[in-house]
C-alpha cells in the first residue's frame, strides 16, 4: 500500500486536538513535503525522520513522498509528529504491517539514532486519547506524566524499532500502568514559625477557607512575604480534577511538568519587572502566563505598586471570568486562570509611613502617588485589605506559640467541605443568586451592612464581596447563619480600600 494514514496529536492552547498524518509515497524523483500549515520545527522533521529511520536498519524510500497534517487549517508545531511521520513512511513504503494502525496515536520526537525524546504536552494528549478510546505509544520520558490520567491506554517506547516490533506483533510493548503513588505531601513553610500578627494570620487562615484574595499593607520586614509563602501549607488538598488541569497547564508550558508537585498548589511570584506577556501570556505560538501557571493555586505579586499599571490592569478580566483569552492574528488560544491573588506593599515609597522613630519623610503628595499606581477597579476585586504592622523587640524574642499550619489546615478543610456540599464551590465563586440564597442577613445586621457601605463610599461588588467574606467566616465557625459578629469581622478585613484612595 502506497498510502498510509497514522493518528497523533496538535496542541492547541491546553487542547490536543486530533492530526490525522497521511503519507503517500509515488513514482518520481526522490522528494519529501510536508503540507498542512507546518512550522518550521516540523518541516525540519524530514531530515531527522530519515537519519532515523536509516540508522534503525530500515530502508528511507527513494521516491516521491507527500506528508499531509489534517486538518490543514490547524496550525502545528514542534517535534511531537515525527515518529507518526517515519510509521507512516514505513507503512506506506511497505516495510512494516500494522494491521490495527486505527487503534493507536502516537507522540514523540525523534533523535538522528532513532531514540525517542520526550515532548510537551504528553497529558493533554492522554486525556484526549483516553476520551477517543484509542492506545497512546508515546515516548519513555512521558510515560508518568501520561499515567497520571486514569484509565488510558498506554505504551511507552525508547526507540523506533521497538514501535515498529510491537506494532507488527513480533515484540509488543508492556502496557504502562504508573501507579498514583506519588507522595503528596511536601515539606511547606509552616505558620507556626510566624510570631504574633495575629490579625494577619487570621486572615490568611480566612483567604484559604473560601479562597478569597488578599492585599498586605505594612513597612518593610513585618511578614508579609513569610506568610504568603505560608499559605499552600493551609489550603485544602486538590481534587483529581483541579490537580490534572493545573498539571496539564504546566505540561504545555516551557518549564514542563514537574511529577514531584502533583497535587500540590502551585505557588507563583513573578517579579515586579515582568511584562504583561509574561503575567498573561502570548506569543506568536501563545503559551501559558503566570496567571494560568498559577491556575488553582496562589500568584503571589510582592511590591504590587512597582508593577507597572497596564501590567496590573490585565489581572481585572482573570480575577472575575477565571479564564484568560490570547488572541492573535493568525491564532486564538484560551488557558484557565483560576488563581487566588496574594499582593504585598508598603504604606508609602520609602516603605516606613506612621514609624514612630519618624523614619518617613514622604510627603503626602509622594504617598498618594504610590498608592494610585494601583487602580480603584483592581483593588475593588481584592476581596480584603490588611495591616502588617511591625513587631516590637520584645515580640520577636518571646518564644514562638503560634498554631502550626497543620492545625489550621484542619479547620480550613472543614469549612471548604461546608462550602462545596452547600453550592459546589468556593464561596470567593458564588454568583448573585446564590449569595442571595446562602448570604442572608437579618433586618439590624442589614441595616448595619448599609450604613457601612454608604459610609466607606463602598460599590457593589464590594457589597458582594463583603457577604462572601462573612459567609466564609460563618463556615469557620461551622454556624449555618451569619451572625453580627461575622459580618464586623468581614466589614474590617474591607476597611482599608478606602484609605487607599485617600
Known amino acids: 500500500m502506497s498510502l498510509a494514514i497514522v493518528y497523533s496529536r496538535a496542541a492547541a492552547g491546553i487542547a490536543a486536538p486530533l492530526v490525522r498524518v497521511e503519507v503517500h509515497i509515488s513514482n518520481g524523483l526522490p522528494s519529501l513535503s510536508i503540507v498542512g500549515l507546518a512550522e518550521t520545527e516540523v518541516r525540519e522533521s524530514k531530515d531527522r525522520v530519515r537519519s ?24 502545528k508545531q514542534g517535534g511531537r509528529f515525527d515518529l507518526a511521520i517515519a510509521l507512516g513512511i514505513l507503512i506506506a513504503s511497505g516495510q512494516l504491517e500494522a494491521p490495527q494502525l486505527g487503534d493507536y496515536e502516537f507522540c514523540g520526537e525523534l533523535a538522528l539514532t532513532g531514540e525517542l525524546r520526550p515532548v510537551h504536552g504528553a497529558l493533554p494528549i492522554a486525556l484526549a486519547t483516553r476520551e477517543a478510546s484509542r492506545t497512546l505509544i508515546l515516548p519513555l520520558d512521558n510515560a508518568t506524566e501520561a499515567g497520571l490520567i486514569r484509565d488510558v491506554r498506554q505504551h511507552a517506547a525508547r526507540h523506533l524499532l521497538e514501535v515498529c516490533a510491537h506494532l507488527n506483533g513480533s515484540e509488543p510493548l508492556a502496557t ?23 490579625h494577619a494570620r487570621r486572615a490568611l487562615e480566612i483567604a484559604a477557607a473560601g479562597g478569597h484574595s488578599l492585599l498586605m499593607i505594612g513597612p518593610p520586614g513585618t511578614g508579609k512575604t513569610m506568610l504568603a509563602r505560608r499559605l499552600p501549607g493551609i489550603l485544602p488538598e486538590m481534587s483529581d480534577l483541579e490537580a490534572l488541569e493545573s498539571a496539564a497547564v504546566l505540561s504545555i508550558s516551557a518549564q514542563g511538568f514537574d511529577k514531584s508537585l502533583w497535587r500540590h498548589r502551585p505557588f507563583r511570584a513573578p517579579h515586579h ?18 496567571v494560568s501557571l498559577a491556575h488553582h493555586g496562589i500568584l503571589f505579586l510582592d511590591e504590587l505598586p512597582e508593577f507597572e499599571r497596564r501590567v496590573l490592569e490585565v489581572l481585572r478580566e482573570p480575577l472575575e471570568s477565571g479564564q484568560i483569552s490570547i ?14 491573588l496574594i499582593a504585598a506593599m508598603n504604606p508609602c515609597p520609602c516603605g516606613y509611613l506612621g514609624d514612630p522613630g519618624g523614619r518617613c519623610h514622604c510627603s503626602s503628595e509622594q504617598v498618594l502617588r504610590y498608592r494610585s499606581r494601583i487602580s480603584g477597579p483592581l483593588l475593588d476585586r481584592i476581596d480584603m485589605h490588611i495591616e502588617v504592622p511591625r513587631l516590637k523587640q520584645a515580640q520577636l524574642h518571646r518564644p514562638c506559640q503560634s498554631e502550626d499550619s497543620a492545625s489550621v489546615r484542619q479547620r480550613v478543610t472543614l469549612a471548604r467541605q461546608r462550602q462545596l456540599s452547600r453550592s459546589g464551590r468556593a464561596n470567593h465563586l458564588l454568583s448573585n443568586s446564590e449569595i442571595e440564597q446562602y448570604c442572608q442577613l437579618d433586618t439590624s445586621d442589614a441595616q448595619m451592612l448599609e450604613q457601612a457601605i454608604e459610609k466607606l463610599g463602598l460599590s457593589a461588588r464590594a457589597w458582594h464581596r463583603i457577604l462572601k467574606l462573612a459567609r466564609t467566616i460563618a463556615d469557620l465557625d461551622q454556624a449555618d447563619q451569619i451572625s453580627t459578629a461575622h459580618l464586623q469581622e468581614a466589614i474590617g478585613l474591607r476597611r482599608l480600600d478606602r484609605a487607599l484612595g485617600h
Open 176 to 198: 504502562t500502568d504508573m501507579p498514583l503513588n506519588l507522595d503528596s505531601r511536601i515539606l511547606q513553610d509552616d505558620l507556626s514559625d510566624v510570631r504574633a500578627q495575629h
Open 273 to 290: 519587572t515582568a511584562s504583561a506577556v509574561a503575567l498573561v501570556g502570548g506569543g506568536s505560538q501563545p503559551r501559558p502566563g503566570e
Open 52 to 75: 532515523a529511520i536509516l540508522n534503525s536498519r530500515y530502508e528511507f524510500p527513494a521516491r516521491r513522498i507527500t506528508i499531509n497534517l489534517a486538518p490543514a487549517d490547524l496550525p
Open 327 to 340: 488572541s492573535r492574528a493568525a491564532r486564538q488560544a484560551e488557558f484557565p486562570a483560576r488563581f487566588q
